[in-house]
């Protein structure tokens, strides 16, 4: 048990380019879970699989963000045409039971 | 949706004391976890507690649920125990999160 692993630890792009964020969770968690947290907030959940199946997603994930976990392992985050406002902490996290979860470091987003 | 309010948002403590943070919710919950957040980001988990108390060496929590409220108790308090303490709950399969009680223990 390697723990939530994410992918990279820090990224700085420019305004309009696209990122995209990988996380490797513990392995046999059935569940995914992404988040995102800015400076002096909690965590804000942004979607969660079941398996590869994307269970519900928040209202703050708009048009440009899109979630996958094709084979129900791995999951990639990516962000399209990148504003300032999506500078912020990309947290991954896993799961096997309800409401137990486990986190990774986060990816540092920062959109210049 | 749910609401989660944690107090107080900031504690300074010096090496050695005690002190208690709480986590008022406004709904049932099923599960609710207590996770505390090291100045790298890391979200390290320390309690798992949905009801009764547990206790972890120098931590220990408290859930009632019935009340809808939970305490984290520190006692002998260390620098290292600085960094910001979440609570976050469940009750539609994704946890929500408190805005947290941010601690710095000085020597």
């Known amino acids: 048990d390697t723990g939530v692993s994410q992918n990279p630890r820090h990224k700085i792009t420019k305004r309009g380019q696209n990122v995209t964020f990988r996380c490797d969770p513990i392995?046999?968690?059935?569940?995914l879970y992404w988040y995102r947290q800015t400076l002096g907030q909690g965590p804000e959940f942004l979607t969660y699989?079941?398996?590869?199946?994307?269970?519900?997603k928040s209202r703050l994930l708009s048009d440009r963000f899109s979630a996958e976990r094709p084979k129900g392992s791995f999951s990639t985050l990516e962000i399209q045409r990148t504003e300032q406002g999506d500078s912020a902490m990309y947290l991954c996290?896993?799961?096997?039971?309800?409401?137990?979860?486990?986190f990774g470091s986060g990816t540092q987003l920062s959109v210049l | 949706g749910i609401q989660v309010e944690q107090s107080p948002p900031d504690l300074i403590l010096q090496e050695g004391a005690n002190s208690t943070l709480r986590c008022n919710f406004s709904?049932?919950?099923?599960?609710l976890q207590w996770f505390h957040q090291n100045p790298w980001g890391q979200l390290i988990n320390l309690f798992y507690i949905p009801s009764g108390t547990k206790q972890n060496g120098r931590l220990s929590a408290t859930t009632v649920a019935t009340e809808r409220y939970s305490l984290l108790y520190i006692s002998s308090s260390q620098t290292t125990d600085s960094g910001v303490y979440f609570c976050a709950v469940e009750n539609t399969d994704k946890l929500i999160f408190g805005t947290g009680t941010r601690l710095q223990v000085f020597p």
């Open positions: 996290a896993s799961s096997l039971e309800v409401g137990k979860l486990f």
């Open positions: 709904d049932s919950v099923n599960n």
């Open positions: 392995s046999e968690h059935n569940r």
């Open positions: 699989f079941q398996n590869e199946a994307q269970l519900e």
